[in-house]
């Protein structure tokens, strides 16, 4: 079955760590974007990219950074300088012409502990 | 102008009743305007969506209104049932523009009690 994936399901992370977020689609989508959610917030975009070796900068980039180095696969690392990185994290895709809808992924939960 | 605002922020309803839930945008261009359930722990999953060409799009129990004037467009769900009990959010777009996102709505939490 096709769908998008992301791991791990929970995270914990330390103070001044590094972390990277997997997110793995097997639809063939084109675009693909990572979302941070906080309650109360909705979704809010931290990167996103059309086209493999391309990404831009969502309303909430600082202290994130993402490749596209294969068009499956869209990791996003959540830096040290993110300065409160506790959220619920949803990765996306979606064919980049006809069919505009979002395919998104279960999502991961970082905690800095 | 890349705002959805959204309204409530919280709704109980109960079992057979109907839920409404409101959305306001500003940017005249967006034109693609869809609606996602979400139940806790999991990603959100799109239930409706509508372009602006039409005023009302409905599925099963669900229906979009959309007032383009206005720019406002609203969720309605008919006979609401415990198991739609979920975050709902819309969202907004221009259709199939290279370089754009959804942009989110904050979310209402609906609580349908049986």
């Known amino acids: 079955d096709g769908g998008i994936t992301q791991s791990p399901k929970y995270l914990f992370r330390k103070e001044g760590q590094n972390v990277t977020l997997s997110c793995e689609q097997n639809?063939?989508?084109?675009?693909m974007y990572w979302y941070r959610q906080d309650p109360g917030q909705g979704l809010r975009l931290i990167y996103y990219s059309q086209i493999v070796n391309d990404f831009q900068k969502g309303d909430i980039a600082e202290g994130y950074s993402v490749s596209r180095e294969k068009k499956e696969s869209f990791p996003l690392t959540v830096t040290s300088a993110q300065k409160n990185p506790t959220a619920f994290y949803l990765c996306?895709?979606?064919?980049?012409?006809?069919?505009?809808?979002?395919?998104f992924g279960s999502g991961t939960r970082l905690t800095v502990v | 102008q890349q705002q959805v605002k959204q309204s409530p922020q919280s709704l109980i309803v109960q079992k057979g009743g109907i839920s409404i839930i409101n959305c306001a945008y500003e940017n005249t261009a967006f034109d693609y305007f869809p609606w996602y359930q979400q139940f806790p722990g999991k990603g959100p999953a799109l239930l409706i969506a509508i372009r602006p060409d039409v005023s009302e799009k409905k599925e099963g129990r669900f229906t979009i209104s959309f007032n383009k004037s206005a720019k406002q467009f609203s969720l309605h769900i008919m006979d609401s049932q415990p198991g739609d009990s979920a975050t709902y959010f819309c969202?907004?777009?221009?259709?199939?523009?290279?370089?754009?996102?959804?942009?989110f709505g904050k979310g209402t939490t609906l609580s349908v009690s049986s």
């Open positions: 996306a895709s979606r064919l980049d012409r006809g069919n505009y809808g979002y395919t």
């Open positions: 969202a907004a777009s221009i259709w199939n523009q290279a370089g754009t996102a959804l942009i």
């Open positions: 639809l063939n989508h084109d675009a």
